[in-house]
């Protein structure tokens, strides 16, 4: 039995209405993922039956001997949207998938990944470009001549700029305030790429050959390790060490927690920056102007993931393992796919009752199960698992309350803004 109860003016109240409408909102949830084809990517065809259909419901009130009737109504399968990413072409060799995500830079060179976006530092224009996938390209509002190296600590920016050979925090606006200043050497180029560990800078004084660790409070140097050529990129590793390029000392050096030092490889021309990825493997750019390399560094040796670029200059990882590098000569941003990367969707608002298939770009040989997560108004409607194509329904995007997907593999995550309705 069920309370029933009128309001002032005799209204017959919507209490059992509103539980129908519950209730018919625990089946949309429960029977949603088969309107838009199966987990191997392949889209379903328009033929959903009423049982395994996601469902559409109206309530209206009735009288109290009445219960509130559910229409269900299938959803069409899922709309391809997904853009056609494009690549450097057969001007660069590769042993996987390019996209090129930016182009027309003057210069671009050091790359910094954070919770989802990509800042680029543009050296010859001064800026800071960020990138975020399915989103229009930013300009932070800083200007820095020959700005290089950046890197946040918290919720704080830094950046180098080498015609300064400083290093400076962003205080918001076109605010820089300098956190040290270095000594710079006539006819060598200042400071380039910098890191952080354990919460200090860590700034390569690169035409002294040293690599600082830097109180980012008051700039005073707490510890340094010279014997370098011209260290330009620093990354720390999981374990505590710390992986430094040295740029005209044609080698890439592990120095271990314990001051040890080890090298990761030797007579690799010209080596600009280096990272580790979650795996622990390392990787390298070798910054020559027409037969630039982006290698992965194995047991002191080298393997090529791609050749003919034109001055790579920085590199960056994402949260699935993916690599980021720029071709200062060619003015581009390219993405190199390693593990997966969701495709971004093409312009244009979708309809808040038409499925939207999301596709996943897999480099070869990764067949590892994937799983979508909405932010905001996305309801996941389909797991692409160990295929190529999820599908998604956008419910409340906005304007101002954008959505997103996150595509999970075990510690591997991408993620990708969708557009607002």
Known sequence: MHAESRFPDGRESRRHVTRAAILALAAVVAIAGAACGSTSGTPRTAEATPSTAFV????????????????????PPCTNAAATPTGPGTSVASTGAIWTVATGLDQPDDLLYNNGSLLVGVLGSGSIEVLAPGAATTTLPIHLSELEGMVYIGANLYVAGQAQDAVFEWQGATRLQKVIQLNPVAGQAGVDGIGTQNGELIVPDSPRGVVDWVDPMNGSIQKHVGGFTRPTGAWPTRDGALLVADEYGNAAVRLAANGTRGDLVRNLPIVDDVVQDSRGDNFAVTADASGGRLVQLVNGSTRDLADRLQAPQGLAIDGADNLYFSEAGAGRVDLL????????????APSSTQPVCIDIERAAGFNDAITLEGTG??????????????????????GTSPCGVTALSGTRRDVLQLPSL
Not at 337 to 348: D, S, T, W, Y
Not at 383 to 395: E, H, I, N
């Open 377 to 398: 108004g996305v309801h996941v409607l389909e797991q692409p698992g160990a295929g190529t194509r999820g599908a998604v329904l956008l419910m409340g995007c906005t």
């Open 337 to 348: 796919i390693r593990a997966f990367k969701l495709v971004p969707l093409r312009a244009g």
């Open 56 to 75: 559409t419901t109206t309530a209206t009130p009735q009288p109290s001997s009445a219960s509130a009737t559910t229409s269900p109504t299938p959803l």
